[in-house]
């Protein structure tokens, strides 16, 4: 990298907490000499009971099918992995961008995109919005209710900011709560590398899944996915004769390398090529500079669209979206319906929040195996 472009870099070594505002925190905190501030902030992600719930959250198949498949948890933790390395090799600030990966998708609610769609439905009728990234700040500013001093988990501004910006971005006349979190800038390049970690590993893990599911063939991925197809021949030229199951495992780690690989160089092409040398370089440049190379992303565009139309739409998993829209609207309209029905912690928002919000926030926090239990239950009081 030219010069340091690591966000605090200064401060990746513990010192003066007060030196750099995206290390800021709403409340005061302690000092804690051996770690830096996004180590404590990873810290306190991971101990946080959403963060836990991720086990119990769908990222495409159901784990009642089988113990194979990922969850919200272990996509996670692929995600962070790579997340670290490109931070790694790009002379980033890796605490950062492992905790940015490890809150990414602390705000899905539970089964997967069908659960998050039902959500924004319901919400729609009420004229609001289910954005899983604003959902995100609202339980680490102040859903989690683990210290003494505080509501939240009191992280850096820093971490917020990447919360929010790390995928998109927002115009502070939609959002005027969010003009703290420098709207007209782009987020730190720690940020910007999330979104693309987080493509890199469901690109991969979703062809394996869908592969262990017995919905998606290997021979029919070769023939429409050419970045597997490519990845597939090397490994199939070094090593003839392997069963295919394990040439598409090793097709899959190759193609995972290739489109890491390119994100770094790209990404590093393009620092160069605005002759960034700071944060505020990144920071006032008119796009985001994490990017896959015109290649690698016409490549990544055939892939998802791919998976698409011959996973995510296929029929076996469609009956599974709408049995889980059925389940989620079901119990938001029950909810909204009997107010008095939700937890006390709940009702105790209403008039803060307002009903509709307050319900989907309970919505969005439940797992799986939460909400169809729920449903169940509501199901046998009605029928009463
Ligand atoms: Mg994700």
Redesign the pocket.
Known sequence: MPHDLRTCAVLASPCDPLGDPLLSRVYLAPPRPARTAFQRDRERVVQSRAFRRLAGKT?VFTSRASDHFRS?LT??IE?AQIARDVAARLGLNEDLAETLAMV??IG?PPFGHAGERALDDCLQRHHLRFDHNLHALRICEHFEQRYAAHRGLNLTLGVREGIIKHSRSYISGEHPNLVPYFLDQRPPLEAQIIDLA?EI??LTADLDDGVESGLLEIGHIRNHVAILSESYADVATQHPGVDEKYLFNGALQLMQNTLTDDLIATTLANVLAIGATTLDDIRMHPVRLALFSPSVEAARLEEKRYLHRALYSCPELTIEHDKAEEVVKALFDFWIDFPEELPQGYVDEIPAEGLARVVADYIAGMTDAFILQQYAVIKRAVRR
């Open positions: 990222q919200r996509h996670t995600v990414h998708d899905h987080d590993a469901y």
